[in-house]
């Protein structure tokens, strides 16, 4: 059965960038839930460059669980994730990518970034308009945040190279997948491309007071 119909959907003039569980839990390949990332990671690090130049809402989720009854039917099916207490190394953001003080550092128990947290209300108060979001894994926590930022109204970007998965098949189905309902699975130049076109916008509209509001 071929794919729907679909229309791409632009990256809006304000977007945000989820970094999705970039801890160490799944980053370290020591880690009972890590796997190779160092390129995700690379992709991921570009990404946050961009967005901090353009001053744009930057937000990192992490699995971190305080008690035993939080999201007990998901840890018994995944008993790995009982390493992810409160103060863990695992729950903490890997090192390369270090939250500055003024980003958004959110905790999740679930896959969504949304599910049971404050993003929406966050993401409507920085006055978002769309989201790029990278991370881990793509067919699970990435993915349920992206189909969740759609479910928000939000138009949802991908740069692919800044997601990876455990199950490589997994990976490439899901981006597939995603690109075909929920989101524009792009690349990473591509992405890059439309943050420096913002910045060029943000530049010209810094300059123009300074020619008395004239228009040439």
């Not at 903490?92 to 947290?117: C, H, I, M, N, W």
């Not at 690109?179 to 913002?198: G, N, P």
């Amino acid at each position: 059965m071929p794919d729907l119909e679909r229309r791409s959907q632009p990256l809006g003039p304000r977007p945000a960038l989820l970094l999705v569980d970039l801890i160490n839990a799944f980053t370290d390949t020591n880690h009972p839930l890590g796997g190779p990332s160092n390129s995700v990671i690379s992709a991921s690090a570009e990404l946050l460059d961009s967005m901090r130049q353009l001053r744009l809402p930057v937000c990192f989720t992490k699995v971190v669980y305080t008690d035993s009854a939080q999201a007990s039917v998901f840890r018994a099916r995944l008993p790995a994730l009982n390493t992810l207490a409160e103060g863990a190394y695992g729950t903490e953001v890997d090192s390369r990518l270090t939250p500055q003080p003024e980003e958004k550092v959110l905790t999740k128990q679930f896959a969504s970034a949304f599910f049971g947290t404050d993003l929406d209300a966050w993401l409507r108060q920085q006055h978002c308009d769309s989201l790029i979001v990278c991370g881990l894994t793509t067919s699970g926590c990435v993915r349920a945040t992206v189909v969740d930022g759609l479910q928000h109204n939000y138009p949802v970007w991908v740069p692919r190279e800044s997601v990876g998965d455990r199950n490589q098949k997994a990976h490439l189905a899901n981006l597939h997948d995603m690109h075909a309902k929920y989101a524009e699975v792009v690349s990473l130049d591509c992405t890059l491309s439309r943050l420096a076109m913002l910045a060029e916008i943000s530049q010209s509209q810094t300059l123009a007071p300074s020619q008395g509001g004239k228009v040439a």
